[in-house]
């Protein structure tokens, strides 16, 4: 008994020893250093070499929060990948979650946990209010393209191109077999593989396929009042559904399909097959953006998080084929690399 | 405590010796207060947890039944949920629910009460002490690990039985049967121990009268720990309406009013899991719809425990 209460005792004596000297003795000298280290360092830096997107990542440390969407992590993980290989120090403190574009501005703007945000649609008017109101003024940094993939089973010998029309009524509630959309299809019954309702996917095919072809107020409902509906956030889900089920269809980013593209069929729409021509020139109809977003003053808060998406800019048109999607065009790189610009402080 | 402190008084006046005080008075011990303390402390945290989730539940459910375009009528008979266009039925989420537990208790029952029938009245003790362990291996077993099982061999298993047309990638019927499973070793055991609370008296009566041993354990035993089955079989119901891991990952992610068990449709929980997971804003019907089923699902459960109370006092034979 005595024992316990002398460790006790022990312990409770040397945590107020400790508790009494770490903020006399830590804060002081270490916050004098890094600000002198980088307040002056980097503007020197940035100015001496011609090119400011040359970036060393062992310069930075610290942690880097990004969370959005399924479409877009793949390159943002890839590009993480690179950051660390070049030398980043701070071994797992990149943060990277895959929940959706909607969720990912949620946590963005509305409780402000993240530092960059992923998404596979351009930000919504209330979503930058949401932002204002916790003084964060969202800047959009264009990283790639994506080609929506349209995906059946490889079964699937009977359609291989679908007009804008057919696909919109493959996934409304006014057709329930393929026969349905086209007498030339069997009639069997569509089994539809979404992405869930909070991803930028979603919202994507909504406005470009569902409310094109139906009409902006029908077009959400007639969507999700379809059966045999399957929607998950998570993608693999999606490609397991449809490479298992011959009488499939569903839809998602690229570079989904580019990873299990032995499993699973694709089908051209308009008779445009998505590739890097056709998603380059914009003819295939469902060809979309790719963005991140973060604050200015984020950026300068966080040089690590400034230096990050200055490497991500720098370096995405390299790698985005490797993960599965297109590189934008040579302008819209160019616009975010000024927007990157006209953040720093 | 005084009275016994008199008598020994008296006893050790007769004695010779001089007498000798005991001190009987009840003693302090502060250690002991403090044990009680903490035991009664624990029972009321449990009991607070309890009414914390029921209150929580309630609250944001309220505020899901508050929304003048949901009511609880169109919530408890509607055939369509799909919260993002404002429909609100449940139906199809309970439907599939009490699908895939149907088809857990159609495994589990047969199977749990044969087991413990065996382990109870034919295995000799030594088959018993290898067969119970390995059967409690069972419980052990992740439920994320029952999930991947259903998904990765149930499910291409009843395929290959039944033709992949028949059944969907993600079913009710591999997530029901691998349920059952994992419910196996609960039903086994709680059958097992009320029938071995049946007293030995009884079994020798009917071998007395010169019943055989499938006699004695089917017409005697076994009616005696009824109401020990029955209760097994409720909390094995309970459990199954439950779970969520396997259902999320083997029944399939899009409500979906059917009954064919080889179809997806998405349970109670696997509502709850797959919209948990996807960060919903907070305050739109979508998330607080989660809340309300969520309510449904504790009513259910809770309902089915009350029961099975009702049913093991109302059953119980009492024989010593």
Redesign the interface.
């Known amino acids: 008994m005595r024992r316990v209460f002398t460790a006790v005792l022990f312990i409770a004596v040397l945590s107020v020893v400790m508790a009494a000297c770490a903020p006399t003795a830590t804060p002081t000298p270490a916050t004098a250093p890094t600000e002198a280290v980088q307040q002056p360092a980097p503007t020197e830096a940035v100015q001496a070499p011609v090119d400011p997107f040359d970036i060393n990542p062992a310069d930075f440390s610290g942690d880097i929060t990004m969370a959005g969407s399924s479409t877009v992590f793949p390159v943002s993980e890839k590009i993480v990948e690179l950051f660390k290989a070049d030398g980043y120090e701070g071994m797992g403190n990149i943060k990277l979650d895959s929940?959706?574009s909607g969720?990912g501005f949620?946590?963005f703007c509305?409780s402000g946990e993240t530092d960059i945000s992923n998404a596979s649609r351009g930000i919504k008017d209330s979503e930058i209010e949401a932002c204002k109101a916790i003084n964060r003024t969202p800047i959009e940094f264009r990283v790639g393209t994506d080609a929506l993939a349209i995906v059946v089973n490889p079964e699937n010998t009977f359609a291989a191109n679908v007009t804008l029309e057919e696909l919109a009524k493959l996934f409304s509630n006014e057709a329930q077999k393929w026969s349905d959309v086209n007498p030339a299809w069997p009639a069997?019954d569509i089994?539809r593989y979404i992405p869930?309702?909070?991803s930028g996917t979603y919202d994507f095919f909504i406005e470009f396929v569902m409310q094109k072809v139906f009409s902006k107020d029908t077009g959400?409902?007639i969507f999700?009042?379809a059966?045999?509906?399957?929607?998950?956030?998570d993608d693999n889900?999606l490609v397991?559904?449809v490479?298992?089920?011959?009488?499939?269809i569903g839809f998602f980013g690229f570079a989904y399909y580019k990873e299990n593209e032995d499993k699973l069929g694709i089908l051209s729409v308009d008779g445009i097959t998505p590739d890097f021509d056709t998603a380059e020139a914009g003819t295939y109809p469902l060809a979309r953006p790719l963005y991140i977003y973060s604050d200015a003053a984020i950026m300068k808060a966080k040089p690590q998080v400034s230096a990050f998406i200055g490497y991500y800019l720098a370096n995405v048109s390299d790698i985005i084929d490797e993960v599965g999607y297109f590189p934008a065009s040579q302008e819209a790189i160019d616009a975010a690399k000024q927007a990157w610009l006209d953040a720093q402080p | 405590m005084e009275n016994t402190a008199r008598i020994t008084g008296k006893r050790t006046a007769t004695a010779w010796k001089k007498p000798v005080s005991y001190n009987l008075q009840k003693k302090t011990r502060p250690t002991e207060a403090i044990i009680q303390a903490f035991l009664l402390f624990c029972g009321v945290v449990s009991i607070l947890t309890t009414l914390g989730i029921v209150l929580e539940l309630g609250k944001e459910a309220w505020l899901f039944f508050g929304d003048p375009e949901i009511s609880v009528i169109s919530f408890l008979t509607g055939t369509?949920w799909?919260p993002?266009?404002g429909?609100f039925g449940v139906l199809p989420l309970l439907n599939s629910t009490l699908i895939t537990s149907v088809i857990a208790i159609v495994v589990a029952l047969p199977l749990g009460i044969a087991t413990a029938m065996f382990l109870s009245e034919y295995a000799s003790p030594k088959m018993r002490s290898i067969l119970k362990p390995i059967l409690e291996v069972l419980a052990g077993v992740p439920t994320v690990v029952y999930g991947y099982f259903a998904l990765t061999f149930m499910t291409p298993l009843l395929?290959g039985i039944f033709g992949?047309?028949n059944v969907?990638?993600?079913n009710m019927a591999s997530a029901g049967l691998v349920m059952g499973i994992m419910i196996l070793p609960l039903i086994s055991s709680m059958s097992e121990d009320a029938l071995s609370a049946v007293p030995r008296s009884l079994r020798e009566a009917a071998y007395g009268l010169g019943a055989t041993r499938l006699e004695t354990a089917l017409q005697v035993v076994l009616p005696a720990a009824l109401s020990g089955i029955i209760a097994a079989f409720i909390i094995g119901v309970s459990r199954a309406v439950g779970e969520t891991m396997i259902v999320a990952i083997a029944t399939?992610?899009?409500p979906?009013f059917t009954f064919n068990p080889f179809?997806?449709a998405e349970t109670m929980t696997g509502y709850i899991a797959?919209i948990s997971?996807?960060?919903?804003?907070y305050n739109t019907p979508?998330y607080n719809s989660i809340f309300a089923i969520g309510l449904l699902l504790f009513l259910v459960t809770f309902g089915l425990n009350i029961l099975s109370r009702a049913i093991s006092r109302r059953f119980r034979e009492v024989y010593e």
């Open positions: 929940i959706g969720a949620e946590r509305t069997e089994h869930g309702t909070d959400e409902e999700l009042g059966a045999n509906l399957q929607a998950s956030e889900v397991q559904g490479a298992g089920d011959p009488y499939a | 369509e799909q993002k266009i429909k395929r992949n047309q969907d990638v993600y399939g992610s899009g979906n179809n997806a797959r997971g996807g960060d919903l804003s979508d």
